[in-house]
T-cell receptor, first 114, second 112 residues
Framework: DTEVTQTPKHLVMGMTNKKSLKCEQH?????MYWYKQKAKKPPELMFV???????INESVPSRFSPECPNSSLLNLHLHALQPEDSALYLC?????????????FGEGSRLTVL | DAKTTQPTSMDCAEGRAANLPCNHSTISGNEYVYWYRQIHSQGPQYIIH???NNETNEMASLIITEDRKSSTLILPHATLRDTAVYYCIVRGRGSTLGRLYFGRGTQLTVWP
């Protein structure tokens, strides 16, 4: 199994809603990532988890709250978002430590904030 | 991590080789060159990476110049399914885990 699975594929939410994006991998990877991608722009790194601990937060606003309940799962909790947060949210995973390894990306969750 | 420069767009005829250049003139000795691609509305896909020597896998070949200031990704027989944005990324061994920074990339269009 070389897949990273993201759910939901599409999400529409209001600015007062609370929702979550989910990501799952069963490749035994110990590093997981969230990226944000706006239309016609490259992906931007948001968070990195290594061995289920948050190791990188790229100064992301607190309305985005990541969570790594176990080594296979990564969540992104969303609260009080703004319309400009509408984007494709990509999850990725990689083997821990060896940073010459590749990142495996999911297909993304497309978020629309009304 | 060093920055990269790529052409904004390129075209290629189906069945011909696609040669995608990348400049990374500030690359340091311990930094690798990675290539990813992103087909429309999908997640990025790893293609290949290298340090000094040329590399080849089932998807592509990577040619790195001797001074390592530039590289070329070669898709030997491009197909319509290779139409995508191709990202050249420089990443250091030992650099902070996960700091894979994407530049603007090259939009490759393969035409019949």
């Amino acid at each position: 199994d070389t897949e990273v699975t993201q759910t939901p594929k599409h999400l529409v939410m209001g600015m007062t809603n609370k929702k979550s994006l989910k990501c799952e991998q069963h490749m035994g990877h110990r590093a997981m990532y969230w990226y944000k991608q706006k239309a016609k722009k490259p992906p931007e790194l948001m968070f990195v988890y290594s061995y289920e601990k948050l190791s990188i937060n790229e100064s992301v606003p607190s309305r985005f709250s990541p969570e790594c309940p176990n080594s296979s799962l990564l969540n992104l909790h969303l609260h009080a978002l703004q319309p400009e947060d509408s984007a494709l949210y990509l999850c990725a995973s990689s083997h821990s430590g060896g940073n010459t390894g590749e990142l495996f990306f999911g297909e993304g969750s497309r978020l629309t904030v009304l | 991590d060093a920055k990269t420069t790529q052409p904004t767009s390129m075209d290629c005829a189906e069945g011909r080789a696609a040669n995608l250049p990348c400049n990374h003139s500030t690359i340091s000795g311990n930094e690798y060159v990675y290539w990813y691609r992103q087909i429309h509305s999908q997640g990025p896909q790893y293609i290949i990476h290298g340090l000094k020597n040329n590399e080849t896998n089932e998807m592509a070949s990577l040619i790195i110049t001797e001074d390592r200031k530039s590289s070329t990704l070669i898709l030997p027989h491009a197909t319509l399914r290779d139409t995508a944005v191709y990202y050249c990324i420089v990443r250091g061994r030992g650099s902070t885990l996960g700091r894979l920074y994407f530049g603007r990339g090259t939009q490759l269009t393969v035409w019949p």
